[in-house]
């Protein structure tokens, strides 16, 4: 590509860009204010405070304790360390645990393994919008169930789901109930206490801040097996030494996203809707995936008739614009998407799916250039194409 190529970036459920003032409060932590927070000395004791600074910041946009929060280096890893802790922990009492079909792979596959081990595991179906129902899980829990894992909002369809309700039926079964918010924190409302939250998994590189900096909520009371054995950092339940740079830039990010929440939601939800109704008027056999309404604020997602979704990517890539066809974490696989295929779609279909996730410093310029060059790029494909 020439060096003066303009991107155009519609990926942000992906990955966001760090904020220019979170890299600035970030940058001290690298070379000046280095230290250890477990080390005696001054150094030590002054990012120890810091630590707890961010653990406060943290718990209080989720009406949390700080002592709930737990300092990870992922989603995926938080993810693994809600279900297989929970597992292990409290084998004694039941080995069933319960998720969605349209869970993130690291879910899905942290259940897959705990299959593995003995434990029993009930995939909840989802309907054509990506919604999980209510009845399903309750007749999906047995005696033997100790945990359900259900996302708040998913990752590809931007489907949100009815989190509060599911945490009121897990707490009158005394199941603990785990949601991943990667999408939904700093961008929905999350009171842990009153949704009847017991886990709760956010990332920073979601909300403008670092990558290789995430969290797990955990409510005091429940029991948990740690993944990681060694210095008993994180209350004994994520030993290694703390990544201070990338809990600040967690911390700052989640604070800043905080404050601009409401305004950033009514600019991307007002963005979203022009979009989708451009495309769908200006293009032909084109429909949504997801839930109309019940969707983040900056996702679209959508599947054009007779047209080959990695294919489309790549044109538009060409022409500068970044998207996906689902999720960036397993984009590169060629098997359709399972959060499609459980959504009652086609293996044709999911294929012609493209997803378009709006951000922060996504412009009404960039909107009206991606119009044009979506609209050209499926022209081209159709006119190739033998089944249109």
Not at 186 to 215: E, Q, W
């Amino acid at each position: 590509m020439p060096l003066n190529f303009k991107t155009y970036y519609f990926d942000y459920a992906s990955t966001t860009p760090v904020d220019p003032k979170v890299v600035s409060v970030m940058a001290p932590y690298f070379n000046k204010k280095f230290g250890n927070p477990n080390s005696l000395h001054h150094l030590g004791r002054e990012a120890n405070q810091v630590l707890m600074q961010s653990r406060e910041t943290i718990a209080k946009i989720i009406q949390a304790s700080p002592e709930e929060i737990i300092f990870t280096s992922s989603a995926t890893e938080s993810n693994n360390l809600a279900l297989k802790g929970v597992a292990w922990a409290n084998k004694n009492r039941g080995n069933h645990i319960i998720i969605s079909s349209i869970e993130h792979d690291c879910v899905l596959n942290s259940a897959r393994w705990l299959e593995g081990q003995g434990f029993s595991v009930t995939y909840l179906p989802v309907n054509r919008e990506g919604l999980v129902f209510l009845n399903d899980l309750k007749k999906a829990i047995k005696p033997q169930t100790i945990l359900v894992s259900i996302m708040h909002a998913n990752n590809e369809i931007g489907t949100i789901e009815p989190i509060e309700a599911i945490g009121d039926l897990c707490r009158k079964k005394n199941i603990f109930f785990h949601t991943d918010a990667a999408q939904t924190f700093g961008k929905i409302s999350i009171d842990v206490r009153k949704m009847n939250i017991d886990l709760l998994t956010a990332s920073a590189h979601k909300i403008y801040g670092p990558k290789g900096s995430a969290f797990l909520y955990v409510r005091k009371g429940v029991k948990i097996e740690p993944l990681l054995h060694g210095g008993e950092q994180e209350s004994a339940l994520r030993s290694s030494t703390v990544n201070m740079p990338g809990v600040v830039g967690l911390a700052t990010a989640a604070a800043l996203s905080q404050k601009l929440m409401k305004k950033e939601n009514a600019k991307m939800a007002k963005m979203r809707d022009q979009l989708i109704k451009a495309i769908c008027k200006n293009i032909p056999s084109v429909s949504l995936n997801g839930h109309p309404t019940k969707r983040l604020s900056n996702n679209i997602n959508l599947r054009f008739k007779a047209i080959e979704g990695e294919s489309l990517l790549m044109l538009l890539d060409a022409a500068g614009v970044c998207v996906s066809t689902g999720s960036a974490c397993s984009s590169a696989k060629l098997t359709a998407s399972h959060v499609l295929l459980s959504c009652g779609l086609r293996p044709e279909e999911a294929h012609g799916s493209l997803r378009i996730t709006l951000g922060r410093h996504t412009t009404n310029q960039e909107i009206n250039y991606l119009l044009k060059a979506l609209a050209k790029a499926v022209k081209k494909l159709r006119n190739l194409s033998p089944y249109f």
